[in-house]
């Protein structure tokens, strides 16, 4: 049975002082975690001075490379409904001395979308979030012009033995995942809601990346 909101939430704030290391755990069974997070930030296709806005950034594991991506100039908002985590992203915003960051202690489903970003993404996270399709739409509609919307997360492949599927959803529990998600298809919303859209599985189908770019003129 999937994690209701409030177990997800403590579940988090449990393992938030050790989750990048628990994170790093996955390359023990080749799962390039980082790889995957650099090409979740290169489809946003962000500038300087660009505005990104994370859903559910957790310990800010992604911060380096959207800094980077759009350096001083630009501006970070991290979301997540999880204290615990925050408090864990705070501290890396402070030891590399980042003045662009802006942290949201909210639910990304009562949270109101600032107007003009340039990106909106969620890593390993969204799939969690039993209204995904209305916190997409959101997300569409806070987007300029060729903005673009980035999933990255964990999916049911086609294909491959019941037997591998149960191991790995049994060796993601830790983080929330279940074999009850499978029901959940965000780049389905995805397509609906945005005009051009790319879909790419990693990992033997376990793993995806979507992307949405906002219709022209929006």
Same mark, same amino acid.
């Given at each position: ?27 023990l ?54 204290d ?34 340039n ?5 390993f ?19 300029? =012009?060729?903005?673009?919307?980035a ?30 998600l ?5 780049w ?18 376990? =793993?995806?990346? =979507? ?6 003129? =929006?």
């Amino acid at each position: 049975m999937a994690f209701s909101k409030i177990e997800l939430v403590n579940l988090y704030n449990k393992r938030a002082q050790y989750y990048d290391f628990t994170a790093n755990l996955y390359y023990l069974i080749g799962y390039r975690e980082y790889y995957y997070r650099k090409k979740t930030i290169e489809a946003l296709n962000l500038k300087e001075g660009d505005t990104v806005l994370e859903i559910a950034c957790g310990t800010g594991l992604n911060f380096s490379l959207l800094h980077d991506a759009v350096g001083p100039s630009g501006k970070i908002i991290g979301l997540d409904v999880t204290d615990k985590m925050l408090e864990q992203a705070q501290k890396r915003i402070e030891s590399k001395n980042w003045k662009n960051v802006e942290l949201i202690n909210a639910d990304a489903t009562q949270f109101k979308f600032p107007k003009g970003l340039n990106g909106v993404f969620s890593t390993f996270a969204i799939t969690l979030i039993p209204e995904y399709e209305q916190v997409i739409k959101k997300g569409s509609e806070s987007l300029v =012009s060729g903005g673009r919307f980035a999933i990255l997360d964990f999916k049911k492949p086609e294909n491959r033995p019941m037997w591998i599927i149960k191991l790995l959803a049994r060796a993601m529990r830790p983080f929330g995942v279940t074999l009850d998600l499978a029901d959940r298809h965000p780049w389905e919303a995805i397509e609906k809601y945005f005009q051009i859209n790319y879909f790419q599985e990693f990992y033997f189908g376990f =793993s995806y990346l =979507s992307v949405g770019e906002a219709r022209k003129g =929006s």
